[in-house]
């Protein structure tokens, strides 16, 4: 058994610990945020935080993970609460399929909590990582810009609470 | 209700008698006829019935029926928008069935930017029928004329204050053949068609909903992958899977002729026993491809099937100065980002298939066909997945799942390719080589000759086993059946080819070739992308000959008044006479209406190249798009911009990679395609509403458009045109001479 820590809950899992991360959130957790893309960490679709480090989970064993803080898309909203970037996704319309979306959210959320006022140049440097073949590159940019306006706007009004 | 019950059901109603009177008033989109001749709209001779497209249940819910399917495109939004346009009530209210072979219309594939020209028409039609009789109704009920009552968001309320719900007036009374004609809203009055409304599936999509068929998990469902043959022709020869056998979860191992398959309970156990799997298969392989390098001489040394598509006036001879260019273009592949899934159950004896195939109805009759079952006994159910772009993996997963399903009876079979499955498996768009010859005379074409050479464009499931790849590696396999050219106007190679300026002296040839080295079938505007890329090349290239500005040149052999609008509006914003001409940056310029025959795109690009070491970088783009009536005008756009940097992507870096033994192009490395980096600071799009013209399709129209304008814009920027496709790596040889 190893213990993982998924968005706030711990769940002792008794998958293989060679297994990859995202079959066990996928598989056993039942989480479908992040997706299978490539399995060679070359697309960033199956990307999760991991001690708030964005990292592709398609190639990290489960050995190493008890004790880490694992948030996958669906830790960061769901339903009617949704995160600032979430809304912003959806304020820009910033799919198609939608299969790279929540590898998307998820990289975008690692730079702004790191750096909630990148630059346009800083923003496309960090999602250089992730793969969209619809070819919404221009739409993610701009949700990720608005959320960081966002972002900045809550802090002026509350510099605790604004959260990515 | 299925197709074929729909004729029966028909006769019996017209034979009842029942008398449906709808006020005429044609408006152009009633022009979208079907294909079929039979003068109904769009596709309601698919299933002339109204219920087959619109039903309201007693409590006055309403439910739509569409027969395509959700790609990513946002079809289901914008369907939703139509029907409740015509139906007066609000499109959330509205339940949207798609793509099912046991409850909606076969409307064939969902391809070729027709979902909304056929499906949204038909719904367009049958729900402005529904509202008419639904007032018909409540007219007989009350004994009011209909000019004293109005439909208002789900209930007929009469001048009066009188006021009664439209489940109450026709629950359980739509199965009534459809008219001709439907009495439409006009578009002045629009509430929902040409709004932007949200896309209804991006919330799920952003919050880890279930959204796709990789996210079903059905009660007892197990885990299944595939080891595929390490190439084409590859034969399973020898295989001690005993060890595997045992091997923690695995629940079978499922075998036939070359066909190779491992079941486990949960997934990664299925992972890891294919591993094992595919180390203790041992194959026989030909080499079976020709050299890449020699791969545009192989193919046109196969023999092909000529046609003339035009012959007009009297183009020069041979012996008369000409332009003369040859263009070629490398194997492409769709490159969905997510490996093709399905999910299927042998129950009851009909085999359930969730499926992302563009084409449920002929896939269900080519897996019934692969099975040896009646066509009743599978049921297809369209469920989303990653964006296809045209046929790629999605219904060989199908047919896998179903083979695999059939060996459990009972146990649904959750079945997902492998990243390298899928980029090596998967039907490439096609190989090709245009040429061209022309003349310029007074600033004018004097002469066109074009040659088109390709294999074929679909090798779609089309009822036929021998499509799917699984059903080819049987021990009794089923033989791909002959390709064939898909006929103009549509085309397949030739698709675009015919040009569409005015060349007084024009003669345009197809040589069709049925061989096919590499696995080929339809991606996204198939020939068209090609075709576009060729002729707006030369365009620009002759205009610069002539000295004219390539718009002007283009404008001087432009009659349709709808082309020249495109060309002029994305002229214009572009800033096309004042742009920017320096050393090392360039704008290209190109233009077509898809298919000869739907949406119009210009398009104008800026672009820049290192000239010390001939790297590329987009810089802006803006397209001016004509779709005619525009549904949901942020999914247009979004489509045009998504189809923009996805042929950017094909035009500057991509070509299938393989040798004498097989694919060499096997992830994302191996074949790399574009990343932000490489996305330009901006993509515009403007559209020119059509109100109340016919809806002709977005999703492909910016496809050969984007690659040409792109290679023109490079061109300007290195100071050289490469006339092979991609540009990226030929551009860096010839800028930096190595």
Same mark, same amino acid.
């Given at each position: 058994m190893i213990d993982l820590h998924v968005n706030g809950h711990t769940h002792p899992v008794d998958d293989d610990?060679?297994?990859?991360l995202l079959y066990v959130l996928r598989d056993?957790?039942?989480?479908?945020?992040a997706k299978f893309g490539c399995?060679?960490?070359?697309?960033?679709?199956?990307m999760v935080l991991i001690d708030d480090e964005a990292v592709p989970?398609?190639?990290?064993?489960?050995?190493?993970?008890?004790g880490k803080k694992i948030t996958t898309l669906e830790g960061l909203g769901s339903g009617a609460s949704l995160g600032t970037l979430q809304h912003a996704f959806i304020a820009e319309q910033?799919?198609?399929?939608?299969?790279c979306t929540s590898g998307m959210i998820v990289r975008a959320h690692a730079l702004l909590m790191r750096n909630p006022a990148p630059t346009d140049a800083q923003i496309r440097e960090h999602m250089e990582t992730n793969l969209c073949r619809c070819g919404v590159h221009m739409r993610v940019l701009r949700a990720v810009r608005r959320a960081s306006d966002e972002l900045q706007k809550n802090r002026k009004r509350d510099p605790q609470a604004a959260q990515p | 209700m299925s197709a074929s019950d729909d004729k029966v059901s028909r006769r019996a109603v017209l034979a009842g008698g029942t008398a449906l009177v709808v006020s005429f008033s044609?408006? $152009?989109?009633?022009?979208?006829?079907?294909a079929a001749g039979?003068? &109904?709209?769009?596709?309601?001779?698919?299933?002339?019935?109204l219920d087959a497209w619109i039903r309201i249940d007693e409590h006055g819910r309403v439910t739509a029926f569409t027969g395509k399917a959700e790609l990513g495109q946002g079809m289901k939004t914008a369907l939703r928008q139509i029907a409740a346009e015509e139906l007066f009530?609000?499109?959330?209210?509205i339940e949207l069935i798609t793509a099912d072979t046991e409850l909606?219309?076969?409307? /064939?594939?969902?391809?070729?930017? #027709?979902t909304i020209m056929d499906s949204g028409t038909a719904i367009l039609n049958a729900a402005a029928q529904v509202r008419a009789i639904v007032l018909n109704a409540a007219s007989q009920k009350w004994s009011l004329?209909?000019?004293?009552l109005r439909a208002d968001n789900g209930f007929v309320v009469s001048d009066d204050g009188k006021r009664v719900g439209y489940g109450e007036l026709v629950a359980q009374r739509l199965h009534v053949a459809p008219s001709a004609s439907s009495r439409l809203t006009s578009p002045g009055s629009y509430?929902?068609?040409g709004k932007s409304l949200?896309?209804?599936?991006?919330p799920a999509k952003v919050s880890g909903g279930?959204?796709?068929? #990789?996210d079903l998990r059905l009660p007892g469902m197990v885990h299944a992958r595939i080891v595929r043959p390490?190439?084409?022709?590859?034969?399973?020869?020898? &295989?001690?899977?005993s060890k595997i056998e045992h091997? $923690?979860?695995?629940v079978k191992i499922v075998r036939d002729g070359s066909f190779l398959a491992v079941v486990a309970e949960r997934e990664y156990q299925a992972v890891a026993a294919m591993t094992a799997l595919a180390a203790a298969a041992k194959w026989e392989q030909p080499a079976a491809l020709p050299e890449q390098r020699e791969i545009f001489t192989h193919l046109l040394q196969q023999p092909a099937q000529t046609s003339t598509i035009l012959d007009r006036g009297t183009p020069a001879g041979e012996s008369e100065p000409a332009f003369e260019a040859t263009f070629r273009r490398n194997y492409q592949m769709h490159a969905s980002i997510g490996p093709a899934c399905a999910v299927a159950q042998s129950k009851d004896g009909v085999m359930t298939v969730w499926t992302h195939t563009q084409g449920v109805f002929p896939l269900r009759g080519a897996i019934a066909q692969m099975l040896g079952v009646?066509?009743?006994?599978v049921h297809c159910i369209h469920t989303e997945g990653s964006?296809?772009?045209? #046929?790629?993996g999605a219904d060989d997963a199908a047919a896998d799942a179903a083979l695999i399903a059939a060996a459990l009876p009972g146990r649904p079979v959750r079945v997902q390719w492998m990243r390298e499955q899928e980029h090596s498996w998967e039907p490439y768009g096609s190989a090709m080589v245009t040429k061209v010859r022309a003349a310029v005379k007074d600033g004018r074409v004097s002469s066109w000759q074009y040659e088109v050479w390709s294999s074929t464009h679909s090798t779609r499931p089309s009822n036929n086993a021998g499509n799917l790849l699984a059903a080819q590696h049987l021990a009794k396999p089923h033989q791909q059946p002959p390709p064939r050219a898909i006929p103009l106007?549509? !085309?397949?190679?030739?698709?675009?080819?015919?040009? &569409?300026?005015?060349?007084a002296n024009a003669k345009v040839m197809h040589h069709f070739?049925?061989?096919?080295?590499l696995r080929v079938s339809s991606l996204r505007s198939l020939g068209a992308y090609m075709n576009v890329f060729t002729t707006e090349s030369v365009m620009e290239e002759l205009a610069g000959q002539a000295g004219v500005d390539p718009v002007e040149f283009r404008l001087r052999h432009l009659d349709d008044p709808r082309a020249r609008a495109v060309v002029e509006a994305a002229a214009e914003k572009f800033g096309w006479s004042r742009r920017t001409r320096a050393a090392g940056h360039g704008c290209g310029f190109a233009y077509a209406r898809y298919k000869n025959q739907s949406t119009y795109v210009a398009m104008a690009v800026e672009a820049s190249v290192?000239?010390?070491? /001939?790297s590329i970088q987009l810089l802006r783009a803006v397209a001016a798009v004509d779709? /005619?009536?525009?549904?949901n005008p942020d999914g247009v756009r979004n489509q045009i911009e998504g189809g923009f940097i996805q042929a950017a992507s094909w035009t500057l870096f991509e070509a299938v990679g393989f040798d004498r033994s097989g694919?060499?192009?096997?992830?994302w490395s191996s074949y790399p395609i574009l990343r932000f980096s490489s996305a330009p600071h901006s993509v515009e799009v403007h559209i020119i509403d059509r109100p109340g013209q016919p809806f002709l399709g977005a999703?492909? !129209?910016a496809q050969g458009p984007a690659g040409a304008a792109v290679g023109n814009a490079v061109a300007a920027a290195a100071g050289v045109r490469i006339r092979?496709?991609?540009l990226q790596a030929a551009v860096i040889t010839a800028v930096t001479g190595s």
């Amino acid at each position: 058994m190893i213990d993982l820590h998924v968005n706030g809950h711990t769940h002792p899992v008794d998958d293989d610990p060679q297994t990859p991360l995202l079959y066990v959130l996928r598989d056993t957790l039942q989480l479908n945020a992040a997706k299978f893309g490539c399995g060679l960490a070359q697309c960033g679709s199956c990307m999760v935080l991991i001690d708030d480090e964005a990292v592709p989970s398609c190639v990290m064993p489960i050995a190493g993970l008890a004790g880490k803080k694992i948030t996958t898309l669906e830790g960061l909203g769901s339903g009617a609460s949704l995160g600032t970037l979430q809304h912003a996704f959806i304020a820009e319309q910033a799919a198609q399929c939608g299969y790279c979306t929540s590898g998307m959210i998820v990289r975008a959320h690692a730079l702004l909590m790191r750096n909630p006022a990148p630059t346009d140049a800083q923003i496309r440097e960090h999602m250089e990582t992730n793969l969209c073949r619809c070819g919404v590159h221009m739409r993610v940019l701009r949700a990720v810009r608005r959320a960081s306006d966002e972002l900045q706007k809550n802090r002026k009004r509350d510099p605790q609470a604004a959260q990515p | 209700m299925s197709a074929s019950d729909d004729k029966v059901s028909r006769r019996a109603v017209l034979a009842g008698g029942t008398a449906l009177v709808v006020s005429f008033s044609l408006l $152009p989109a009633l022009r979208a006829r079907s294909a079929a001749g039979s003068g &109904l709209p769009g596709s309601l001779d698919r299933a002339p019935m109204l219920d087959a497209w619109i039903r309201i249940d007693e409590h006055g819910r309403v439910t739509a029926f569409t027969g395509k399917a959700e790609l990513g495109q946002g079809m289901k939004t914008a369907l939703r928008q139509i029907a409740a346009e015509e139906l007066f009530v609000t499109p959330d209210s509205i339940e949207l069935i798609t793509a099912d072979t046991e409850l909606t219309a076969n409307e /064939g594939y969902t391809a070729g930017s #027709h979902t909304i020209m056929d499906s949204g028409t038909a719904i367009l039609n049958a729900a402005a029928q529904v509202r008419a009789i639904v007032l018909n109704a409540a007219s007989q009920k009350w004994s009011l004329p209909e000019a004293r009552l109005r439909a208002d968001n789900g209930f007929v309320v009469s001048d009066d204050g009188k006021r009664v719900g439209y489940g109450e007036l026709v629950a359980q009374r739509l199965h009534v053949a459809p008219s001709a004609s439907s009495r439409l809203t006009s578009p002045g009055s629009y509430r929902y068609i040409g709004k932007s409304l949200p896309r209804v599936d991006i919330p799920a999509k952003v919050s880890g909903g279930v959204a796709y068929v #990789h996210d079903l998990r059905l009660p007892g469902m197990v885990h299944a992958r595939i080891v595929r043959p390490p190439g084409y022709g590859a034969r399973l020869r020898d &295989l001690d899977a005993s060890k595997i056998e045992h091997m $923690p979860g695995v629940v079978k191992i499922v075998r036939d002729g070359s066909f190779l398959a491992v079941v486990a309970e949960r997934e990664y156990q299925a992972v890891a026993a294919m591993t094992a799997l595919a180390a203790a298969a041992k194959w026989e392989q030909p080499a079976a491809l020709p050299e890449q390098r020699e791969i545009f001489t192989h193919l046109l040394q196969q023999p092909a099937q000529t046609s003339t598509i035009l012959d007009r006036g009297t183009p020069a001879g041979e012996s008369e100065p000409a332009f003369e260019a040859t263009f070629r273009r490398n194997y492409q592949m769709h490159a969905s980002i997510g490996p093709a899934c399905a999910v299927a159950q042998s129950k009851d004896g009909v085999m359930t298939v969730w499926t992302h195939t563009q084409g449920v109805f002929p896939l269900r009759g080519a897996i019934a066909q692969m099975l040896g079952v009646d066509q009743e006994r599978v049921h297809c159910i369209h469920t989303e997945g990653s964006g296809c772009y045209g #046929h790629n993996g999605a219904d060989d997963a199908a047919a896998d799942a179903a083979l695999i399903a059939a060996a459990l009876p009972g146990r649904p079979v959750r079945v997902q390719w492998m990243r390298e499955q899928e980029h090596s498996w998967e039907p490439y768009g096609s190989a090709m080589v245009t040429k061209v010859r022309a003349a310029v005379k007074d600033g004018r074409v004097s002469s066109w000759q074009y040659e088109v050479w390709s294999s074929t464009h679909s090798t779609r499931p089309s009822n036929n086993a021998g499509n799917l790849l699984a059903a080819q590696h049987l021990a009794k396999p089923h033989q791909q059946p002959p390709p064939r050219a898909i006929p103009l106007p549509d !085309g397949g190679g030739d698709r675009n080819a015919i040009p &569409l300026y005015t060349f007084a002296n024009a003669k345009v040839m197809h040589h069709f070739i049925p061989a096919m080295p590499l696995r080929v079938s339809s991606l996204r505007s198939l020939g068209a992308y090609m075709n576009v890329f060729t002729t707006e090349s030369v365009m620009e290239e002759l205009a610069g000959q002539a000295g004219v500005d390539p718009v002007e040149f283009r404008l001087r052999h432009l009659d349709d008044p709808r082309a020249r609008a495109v060309v002029e509006a994305a002229a214009e914003k572009f800033g096309w006479s004042r742009r920017t001409r320096a050393a090392g940056h360039g704008c290209g310029f190109a233009y077509a209406r898809y298919k000869n025959q739907s949406t119009y795109v210009a398009m104008a690009v800026e672009a820049s190249v290192d000239r010390s070491s /001939g790297s590329i970088q987009l810089l802006r783009a803006v397209a001016a798009v004509d779709c /005619g009536q525009a549904v949901n005008p942020d999914g247009v756009r979004n489509q045009i911009e998504g189809g923009f940097i996805q042929a950017a992507s094909w035009t500057l870096f991509e070509a299938v990679g393989f040798d004498r033994s097989g694919i060499t192009s096997r992830d994302w490395s191996s074949y790399p395609i574009l990343r932000f980096s490489s996305a330009p600071h901006s993509v515009e799009v403007h559209i020119i509403d059509r109100p109340g013209q016919p809806f002709l399709g977005a999703g492909e !129209g910016a496809q050969g458009p984007a690659g040409a304008a792109v290679g023109n814009a490079v061109a300007a920027a290195a100071g050289v045109r490469i006339r092979e496709l991609p540009l990226q790596a030929a551009v860096i040889t010839a800028v930096t001479g190595s």
